[in-house]
Nanobody, 125 residues
Framework: QVQLVESGGGLVQAGGSLRLSCLAS????????MGWFRQAPGKEREFVGA????????YYAESVKGRFTISRDNAKNTVYLQMNRLKPEDTAVYYC??????????????????WGQGTQVTVSS
């Protein structure tokens, strides 16, 4: 069992930056690939980015590539999402999620079995 708690959301102007954090409970954090997803009102939850168990591999949605960076610190049981050059269309609730196993479906919502409660990010124009 893994519990995830996101933090770092808030209100920011377009062009600004935010860093989200996701703290995981338990002693097996490094055995999980981690993903960030977001959900805007009236829309489906969508993939933002993901990072492998070691942190050596990352994937990003095209809409955030070059602006967002995922990293993790396995010693601190934490995964981060650095968001730069934010746009109003980035406004959403952001969720971190954990996926076990050796085969990694990095953008598949259904393969992530543990989810945080979400943190709101609002980007004003």
């Amino acid at each position: 069992q893994v519990q995830l708690v996101e933090s770092g959301g808030g209100l920011v102007q377009a062009g600004g930056s935010l860093r989200l954090s996701c703290l995981a409970s338990g002693r097996t954090f490094s055995s999980y690939a981690m993903g960030w997803f977001r959900q805007a009102p009236g829309k489906e939850r969508e993939f933002v980015g993901a990072i492998s168990r070691s942190g050596g591999t990352t994937y990003y949605a095209e809409s955030v590539k070059g602006r967002f960076t995922i990293s993790r610190d396995n010693a601190k049981n934490t995964v981060y999402l650095q968001m730069n050059r934010l746009k109003p269309e980035d406004t959403a609730v952001y969720y971190c999620a954990a996926q076990p196993g050796t085969i990694w479906f990095w953008d598949n919502v259904s393969k992530y079995i543990y989810w945080g409660q979400g943190t709101q990010v609002t980007v004003s124009s």
